[in-house]
């Protein structure tokens, strides 16, 4: 095996006592496509800020070209050959495609001042090197986001980079754009460059990726080549799954008994099409009934939740609640339909950290407790001492400013302002991300509670044990569409791991009937 | 370790007092500080004149303060004022009360530009209000034909310089109005929508608040206020100057709201910390004048007392 370019040894990284990154060693191999995967919180992206200099590691080092790599900073890291592109277009899109391109290294003329037209004749030859056939005089931001894409490739490239690191290259793309991004990755590896390609997305795994790595918690779960895994195995050791034995009845405080709800549902969402990121998703929420939504992050998940809450706008879709809509569907006009949503972004989306703890649970109900402008004072203390109690919400007073709460107890806060307007169906994404296991719990259980009073819930997690013993019935979303509806005693991790892996082989054959599929 | 925490959290909390206190501070110092050498300044007639004149910039501000708490800016204010001192000689024809009517009314329809401007084109609203002071300033000059006009109106007269129980009206009208804010902010229910969509405007539309109408409302009262000081200041001077009138008062105005403690990333407001702020600035002007030191020196010492302000608000902020 040749040197390789990047060889990561066995790094470890705290951030104020927390385990970011324990024992993690990677190496990258000139020629190679290296994928890195795993969920959010696996310490992917401080993987790659160890790599190039952003952070230093606590423990074990990372070589570079055989020699210990101690860049300091990652224009360093840069300067040396490692180029890293990140999820976001890091360009300016007033400027040319030229200009962006030789942005800060722009050729001069013997003036000292800009030779546009050597840049341009330069920009042409770099990017038809990309099969990128574009006016190079043209704004940047007049183009489509997979052309912005790579030109922040080529940009990256264009020199002497031995490695080129990317962090999720495809999330903002079309498929067509996809394609051509691929295409760029197989023409780096063709030039022997070493390439690290973070994704979520499985099918580009299998598409272009030679190894795979699964960070799990800041840990290392698999390395291996791409040819001897399969879907499956990798969405397990992503999810922290066992194939061959998952476990029934885990740590969640789900109650046991999932009803199957029949009749007329509660909640009717129809066709939710909004391009690119939804296709057609269908739910059905009945009263009394906890549906799940799976998938991996960036399936539609949250962009069904908001969708149905009518946050965003669509391209197509229904929504309605025990038979009846309204015209302009909004955020209000769903809450007045009876269904309550609690965000997945708590801090940017859901509480107001600057009011109280009080003024944030009765921030929905504030229309129906106003009466010639004035809100009753004796009606919404009734209310937020109910639901304090009800909910164990522990603040040291209700005056206190709800940023300084826990997270647990700002997400009670939450469920409290949606519950307080007794509402038909609660979509609740994400409710236990980064909160403490007691409030955890509580929460889990108050969700069963609520559907057996009547409730209907469309509960959203990136926990597969969540959604297998909380929902009676699961959809299974990937890029943008239902792949999979699970009901009765097909809810169970195996079933839903196997929809995910199967639709991206699905989807494969159809894209690209000769790739290698890899045995166990 | 714990000796270090205690010393931060002492820190943070003298910081903290500073930011809801130091306005109060500033005031007593400074009437401490003339009433010891400065002559005839603790005289009825002397603080009637400050209080007077600090009326117009005290009402502009408590308008600004809640448009601040929005997390917008109002820019417009004194170019309203112009626009409504430049609509009163056109109407006192019907009568003294029709024409301040419209002129009100006129700053009303100001903010709901404003207002709209910010909250259906969504632009920026210290772009679209910058837009409205240039816009409204030549608009005041067209209708004025930009000429001074002297005022001899008895409504007016009285409005600018009569008093209530030794009250000058203006300074009523500063009670009334800095009254009626901090009942609306504290106790009403436009006051919570007002805070939760300049604290966090993604949550207040996911709770299903009317969020644009609170905007386009917000933007509304600051224009009725500010026509409201354009009125005052046309009828303490008896006269209607639109290319003066206002000029610069944006800045007083957001400097006494910054100064009164709320800060400039919304979602907190102080109103009666406004209306000092207001009186902090006018205290500074007098004192400058009265030690018979330049006009320059009273807006270096501004200045640095707003920087201190938002100085202080920052280490508040990281808090």
Redesign the interface.
Known sequence: MTTPAVDVRSVGKHFAGVRALAGVSVELHPGQVHALVGENGAGKSTLIKLITGVYRPDDGEVRYLGEPAAFAHPRDAQAAGISTIYQEVNLVPMRSVAGNLYLGREPTNRFGLIDFRRMHRDARKVLAGYGITVDVRRRLGELGLGVQQMIAVARAVSGDARVVIMDEPTSSLEPREVDLLLDVVALLRRRHVAVLYVTHKLDEVFRICDQVTVLRDGRLVHTGPVAGTTRLRLVATMLGRDVDQIRRHGATTFDDRQLEATGTPVLRAEGLTRRPLLDDVSVEVHAGEVVGLAGLLGSGRTETAKAI?G?DGLDAGTVSVDGGSARRW???A???SGIG?V?EDRK????????SVR?NI???A??R??TA???SRRRQDEIVNTFVKRLRIKASSLDQKVGELSGGNQQKVLLA?MLCLYPKVLILDEPTRGIDVGAKAEIQSLISELATLGLGVLLISSELEEVVEGAGRVLVLRDGAVVALLRGDDVSEDHIMHAIAQASEDDQAVRAPAAPEGGL | MTDALTARRGRLDTLGLLQSGGVYLAIALLLVFNLAFTPNFATVANLRLQLVQVAPVAIVAVGMALVIASEGIDLSVGSTMAISAALLPLYLGYGAWPAIAIAVLAGAAVGAVNGSLVAFARMQPIIATLGMLVACRGLALVLAEGRLTEIFDPVLGALGNDAVLGIPVSVLLVLVVTGAAAVAVHRAAFGRRLLAVGGNRAAATLAGLPVKRTLVTVYIISGLLAATAGVISTARQGASDPSFVGLLIELSAITAVVVGGTPLSGGRVRIVGTLMGALLMQLITATVIQQDLPDSTARMLQAGIIVAAVYVQRGRSRA
Request: hydrophobic share 55%; charged share 15%.
């Open positions: 809450f946050v909004s955020p209000a769903a809450i007045r949503m965000p940017s989306e859901g509480i107001v950290g600057e009011l003024d009765v921030l929905a504030l229309p407790l106003t402008g004035f809100v302002r």
